[in-house]
């Protein structure tokens, strides 16, 4: 049997044989490691996937823990910094109390010292005048004395003198 345009059954039984073995190899040679790899590659995928969505979500739970833990912290800055003012304000009157009171003290000793040069300048000052006074006191006797003793010797002197005219 004879098919036009010579067309042999057998042949085409043969190729269509060729095809479905051909077909069978390639597909557990190239399509099954390649299916099983295409395979792998999606479930890794969907692994990354699922991993990077665990890890956002800890992310964000770490981050909002973080920011609880530093709005805590800040507060308790602003607290510390409260009370270090507070501190720095009592030691600053207290120094300033401390200062005055040192200013004090020493304006009472430079007085204390002030009057008791005052005192000792005018005792000096009356001793000089009494020294003086008493120089000028025995320079006035000696002088008041030397005067009375010439005068009573020129009286004397005249006394005699005039008596020896009356001789």
Do not use: T, W
């Not at 098919?3 to 269509?16: C, F, W, Y």
């Not at 910094?81 to 030691?91: F, S, V």
């Not at 004090?104 to 204390?112: G, L, P, R, V």
């Not at 020129?154 to 009356?166: I, K, P, S, T, W």
Request: proline letters at 2%.
């Amino acid at each position: 049997m004879s098919l036009p345009l010579n067309i042999d059954p057998q042949q085409i039984l043969l190729h269509l044989l060729n095809f479905v073995v051909l077909f069978g190899i390639l597909y557990f040679l190239l399509y099954s490691p390649v299916k099983k790899f295409m395979d792998k590659r999606i479930e890794y995928y969907k692994e990354l996937d699922e991993q990077a969505k665990s890890d956002r979500d800890k992310a964000s739970e770490s981050k909002a823990e973080y920011e609880k833990k530093l709005e805590q912290v800040s507060s308790e800055i602003e607290q510390e910094k409260r009370e270090a003012r507070k501190a720095i304000n009592a030691q600053r009157d207290k120094s300033i109390l401390a200062a005055k009171n040192e200013a004090e003290k020493i304006i009472d000793e430079a007085n204390k010292r002030a009057e008791a040069d005052r005192k000792k300048m005018i005792a000096d000052a009356e001793g000089e005048i009494a020294d003086i006074a008493a120089d000028a006191a025995e320079k006035i006797l000696l002088s008041s004395s030397v005067m009375e003793s010439y005068d009573q010797f020129l009286e004397a002197v005249d006394g005699d003198l005039g008596g020896a005219d009356d001789e």
